[in-house]
């Protein structure tokens, strides 16, 4: 039976980096100013590199980069270590505002887009097309948030940072072998949950 490292997640000890970082954001919980900035300064490059990726765009990445941070130090007492690694939950909380920001964009986007098709004498193949991409997109978007939060991260990491799943373990502070079986098991149910329909 494999051991489970002190820290009782899984059968490798978190390298002390991460477990260092855990117990920085937890004193920031408390209200540790000190702690907060070490959170901030270890993390802030890697939420706005997550962030742009999703955004593709230098000045909403920084804003909402900004959003995320504030956002960690109001709600850090909602982090449970027992759950995960503080950069797992971290980069969770920031993929969910830049997906958000995303979806704000693209409500206006749409708008303007209907506004347009409206006054346009477009082929219906073509606006069908179009509105079908976009709800594609958006049904993508909530199969993924549908899944356990182990499930989404690694996928998240996978397509939006174009990491491997060794780099995602690395990451994540998590076996490969883990991490290999819950982007497995998270594509699976993903694929059946965009089977399924709306």
């Known amino acids: 039976m ?23 954001l937890e004193r920031a919980a408390q209200g540790d100013q000190d702690a907060f900035a070490d959170v901030y300064d270890t993390l ?26 504030v956002e960690i130090w109001r709600t850090a007492d909602r982090y449970r270590p027992e759950l995960g690694g503080a950069r797992g939950w971290v980069l969770t909380l920031a993929h969910r505002r830049a997906i958000d920001r995303v979806r704000q964009v693209q409500a206006s986007t749409d708008r303007e887009r209907r506004s347009a098709l409206l006054a346009e004498d477009r082929p219906f193949d073509e606006v069908a097309e179009a509105v079908e991409r976009h709800e594609d997109h958006a049904r993508v978007q909530r199969c993924l948030a549908g899944l356990e939060w182990h499930q989404r991260v690694p996928l998240v990491l996978a397509y939006y940072q174009g990491m491997t799943y060794l780099e995602v373990a690395a990451c994540l502070a998590t076996p490969a072998g883990t991490v290999k079986s819950r982007m497995r098991s998270g594509l699976r149910l993903l694929r059946r949950c965009l089977e399924a329909g709306p």
């Open 2 to 24: 494999p051991k489970t490292g002190q820290d009782g997640h899984g059968s490798r000890r978190r390298p002390p980096a991460e477990t260092w970082l855990d117990a920085r």
């Open 44 to 69: 802030a490059r890697p939420v706005k590199g997550l962030i742009r990726r999703v955004l593709r765009d230098e000045a909403q990445a920084e804003e909402v980069t900004q959003d995320v941070m």
